[in-house]
């Protein structure tokens, strides 16, 4: 069984700019959640989705926007970058909610 | 609001050494995870605990859980090079999400 593909593995841009990341979760998984993770924060929760409904949302501004398809791929998008939205942002899904969540490569993300 | 802590945050172990991994959250808890993250790499899911007193294992890593204490343990016995990684411990409670402890870093040395 094929696990959780990100798209693309490795980002550049610039302040300002904007990124759409995707996220492919194993055949069968319908929920998806995203994290942020960089050095001095850990692993920050950013999103769930669950059929094409986001249930959590974690603390992050309103730049930061995702969404689920009707075949259960999210893709996640975050507007006028900042330089420290650097990161590695990691998608995870699971079969259901508050199953166990399996993880994807991450897509690490360069903002300068 | 949730809180996860771990400790430590840095290990440094000798080869064949015992030690365990500390993992402490301030509510009640529906079920606890542990996951392992190699440098460069995403996390790897180890263990779900999902009761009082559960204990899983695997290979040398064991883990428990007190729900009473709200405490996990990840016990590593006589450690060798290829479990060094980051240990990661994370709780979840109702239908809130994920909450991560910040890993402990743990390097096995000859």
């Known amino acids: 069984k094929a696990g959780v593909t990100q798209t693309p593995r490795y980002l550049i841009k610039t302040r300002g700019q904007q990124v759409t990341l995707s996220c492919s979760p194993i055949?069968?998984?319908?929920?998806v959640s995203w994290y942020q993770q960089t050095p001095g924060q850990g692993l920050q929760f950013l999103f769930e989705?669950?059929?094409?409904?986001?249930?959590n949302k974690g603390n992050f501004p309103g730049r930061f926007s995702g969404r689920q398809f009707s075949n259960s791929r999210s893709e996640m998008n975050v507007s006028t970058l900042e330089l420290g939205d650097s990161a590695l942002y990691l998608c995870?899904?699971?079969?259901?909610?508050?199953?166990?969540?399996?993880f994807g490569p991450g897509t690490r993300l360069l903002v300068l | 609001e949730l809180k996860v802590e771990q400790n430590p945050l840095f290990l440094s172990m000798q080869e064949g050494k015992n030690y365990t991994i500390y993992c402490n959250y301030s509510?009640?808890?529906?079920?606890l995870y542990w996951y392992r993250q190699d440098p460069g790499k995403s996390l790897e899911s180890l263990f779900v605990l999902l009761s009082n007193g559960a204990v899983k294992q695997e290979g040398r890593l064991m883990a428990s859980l007190d729900t009473k204490a709200r405490l996990s343990t990840l016990h590593i016995t006589a450690a060798v090079h290829d479990l060094s990684a980051t240990y990661f411990c994370a709780v979840d409670v109702g239908n809130t999400p994920l909450v991560f402890g910040k890993g402990t870093r743990l390097s096995v040395i000859a």
């Open positions: 509510t009640t808890s529906d079920r």
């Open positions: 055949s069968g998984h319908r929920s």
């Open positions: 989705y669950f059929s094409e409904t986001q249930r």
């Open positions: 995870a899904s699971s079969f259901l909610p508050q199953e166990t969540q399996y």
